[in-house]
């Protein structure tokens, strides 16, 4: 299933696998957008095979919780790995898939840890480089409203890295029986005459309810979790989409210049949190079949089968800031540029935008009162 890597990637036992330099032996990194792996000492170039979209084999979620029914915890988050660098030759470690040397800054990417649960098996490679992600990132806080103005004068992220983040996605059918209430709209006229004899009508919205239970079935293809813990699910989630039809076979020629997380979120966590993204779309599902104008969900019970799931790894530049001593972090996708971020607020902006709304307020009145 795997093609030979065209590069040859020379692996010792238990150490790194290396990418050397055809002209001079040093190091070769992936180069983002381009087939090619790059020298960074004499600029040499090797083709990288990236030719077919790899459809990724999905497996059995029931049938591998069988097998493995709880990866241990060094299985999951990998343990820290002990490495010489090729290139200096000193030794240090990482608990990371691949990552950069402390001493020489050179790329060092791991084989699989021995009893590694469910390694990667396909990859989206980088297609945005860096300093389109750091463009992305100034335009980012150009565009920011409510931003201080000294962030915008001085937007410089302190160092940006290029992280293969690991992912799960799961496929699932589901069939749900539930109980529930759908409402029916009317409008009721009401009038009344005060002590004067003076009439007044005004209307207001009844709603009569109707108890409805029934069945939904709604399938899932492709349900994106994160499996890292190292940026809030909240800024990562927003990257989507990734564009899974662009898939490659795993090869470890893509980690090569960059940092790749092992996963924090075993297959079992990974689907709880995929079945709380599947939810909405039941719901929805649900309030369909109910009909009417309102719809109550009062209970359901959603029985899930035939669950499919891989494990691969997405591209993005990750990043932060400093503004009056509190972190701020940001995301780019590393496929389509697509950018995430938390930000500050500026207090003396919203008070002016707070101002200025009050002040076109108070003359909205002002002319209304006058006329
Ligand atoms: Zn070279
Ligand atoms: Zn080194």
Not at 144 to 163: C, H, I, M, T, Y
């Amino acid at each position: 299933m795997e093609p030979a890597p065209p590069t040859s990637p020379a692996e010792d036992a238990a150490g790194p696998t290396r990418f050397p330099c055809g002209a001079c032996g040093s190091a070769l990194t992936f180069q983002p957008g381009k087939s090619v792996l790059e020298c960074g000492h004499c600029g040499h170039q090797q083709a990288l095979d990236v030719s077919d979209p790899h459809l990724a084999a999905e497996h059995d979620f029931e049938a591998a919780l069988a097998a493995k029914p709880r990866a241990s915890a060094a299985e999951v988050y990998g343990t820290a790995q002990q490495y010489h660098c090729e290139t200096c030759g000193a030794s240090s470690s990482t608990d990371k898939k691949s990552d950069h040397c402390p001493f020489c800054g050179a790329p060092v990417v791991l084989q699989d840890a021995p009893n590694e649960a469910f390694p990667p098996e396909t990859v989206l490679p980088f297609h945005v480089d860096k300093r389109s992600a750091v463009e992305a990132f100034s335009a980012w806080v150009q565009g920011l409203w409510f931003a201080p103005n000294e962030l915008q004068q001085n937007a410089k992220s302190d160092r940006v890295d290029g992280v293969y983040i690991p992912y799960w996605t799961y496929d699932a059918d589901t069939f749900t029986r539930y109980s529930g209430s759908y409402g029916i709209d009317r409008v009721v006229t009401d009038t009344d005459t005060d002590d004067e004899g003076n009439t007044t009508t005004t209307t207001r919205v009844e709603t009569d309810w109707y108890p409805k239970s029934g069945t939904v079935s709604v399938a899932f293809d492709d349900v994106v979790v994160c499996a890292s813990k190292s940026l809030p699910h909240e800024l990562i989630d927003e990257l989507e989409p990734w564009g899974l039809e662009d898939l490659r076979p795993f090869d470890p020629a893509f980690l090569s210049g960059f940092l790749t997380e092992r996963k924090a979120i075993d297959l079992r966590d990974g689907y709880a949190l995929a079945q709380e993204k599947m939810d909405p779309g039941i719901h929805a599902a649900i309030c369909h079949d109910l009909g009417g104008d309102r719809q109550r969900v009062d209970s359901k019970s959603v029985a899930y089968s035939d669950i499919k799931f891989k494990h691969f790894l997405c591209p993005v530049w990750v990043s932060s800031f400093r503004y009056n001593d509190k972190v701020y972090r940001f995301a780019v996708n590393g496929r389509t540029g697509e950018l995430s971020g938390e930000r500050p607020y500026s207090a003396a902006k919203i008070a002016a935008a707070v101002l200025t709304g009050l002040a076109i307020l108070g003359s909205v009145v002002y002319i209304l009162s006058q006329q």
